[in-house]
T-cell receptor, first 113, second 114 residues
Framework: GENVEQHPSTLSVQEGDSAVIKCTYSDSASNYFPWYKQELGKRPQLIIDIRSNVGEKKDQRIAVTLNKTAKHFSLHITETQPEDSAVYFCAASKGGGADGLTFGKGTHLIIQP | DAGVIQSPRHEVTEMGQEVTLRCKPISGHDYLFWYRQTMMRGLELLIYFNNNVPIDDSGMPEDRFSAKMPNASFSTLKIQPSEPRDSAVYFC????????????FGPGTRLTVT
């Protein structure tokens, strides 16, 4: 089955700096790669996603890049703010919305004031 | 829309008891997913349904776990008998399917088995 590796497990950055979280996946048939943000005690919330026919997608301060050849994708957050502090999960699936997600182990992002 | 609804939000039970978790997906969503989150194993898919039919239950840990979806607006996840290692947060999620890929999560049920 699919295996998703996520790094780093913890990332501490100064407020205003950029943060990058990286994931690799094992199954070349995967075609959908969402990123979720989870605050303590809350549900995972979708913040951005990318499909396999696209190399990059941006939404304000958040961007995701996908390299299908290398089977890795990354989340980029620019101009970080205190409210960006949370755990971020990457995921992959083979069937778009018609398949379950395989998640990475998560990255605890800490924004230092 | 109210989003995905789960009940109860918290459940504390003793080992050996039966536990039933409930989920109401977003109206019009054809796919329903059950996930479990623990510190050790992270977020993992247990089972998912399409149009009320179970499609993939390979993530269900053992026969003590069962899930049903009797209609488009209701699903249950049952654990019988429960064990301390079942303690986790159980999330239900739903998606429209087709060309709409996004999965929306419910608030979760925090289960503690003593």
């Amino acid at each position: 089955g699919e295996n998703v590796e996520q790094h780093p497990s913890t990332l501490s950055v100064q407020e205003g700096d950029s943060a990058v979280i990286k994931c690799t996946y094992s199954d070349s048939a995967s075609n959908y790669f969402p990123w979720y943000k989870q605050e303590l005690g809350k549900r995972p919330q979708l913040i951005i996603d990318i499909r396999s026919n696209v190399g990059e997608k941006k939404d304000q301060r958040i961007a995701v890049t996908l390299n299908k050849t290398a089977k890795h994708f990354s989340l980029h957050i620019t101009e970080t703010q205190p409210e960006d502090s949370a755990v971020y999960f990457c995921a992959a699936s083979k069937g778009g919305g018609a398949d379950g997600l395989t998640f990475g182990k998560g990255t605890h992002l800490i924004i230092q004031p | 829309d109210a989003g995905v609804i789960q009940s109860p939000r918290h459940e504390v039970t003793e080992m050996g008891q039966e536990v039933t978790l409930r989920c109401k997906p977003i109206s019009g969503h054809d796919y329903l997913f059950w996930y479990r989150q623990t510190m050790m194993r992270g977020l993992e898919l247990l089972i998912y349904f399409n149009n009320n039919v179970p499609i993939d239950d390979s993530g269900m840990p053992e026969d003590r776990f069962s899930a049903k979806m009797p209609n488009a607006s209701f699903s249950t996840l049952k654990i019988q008998p429960s064990e301390p290692r079942d303690s986790a947060v159980y999330f239900c999620a739903s998606s429209v399917g087709g060309q709409r890929y996004e999965q929306y999560f419910g608030p979760g049920t925090r289960l503690t088995v003593t």
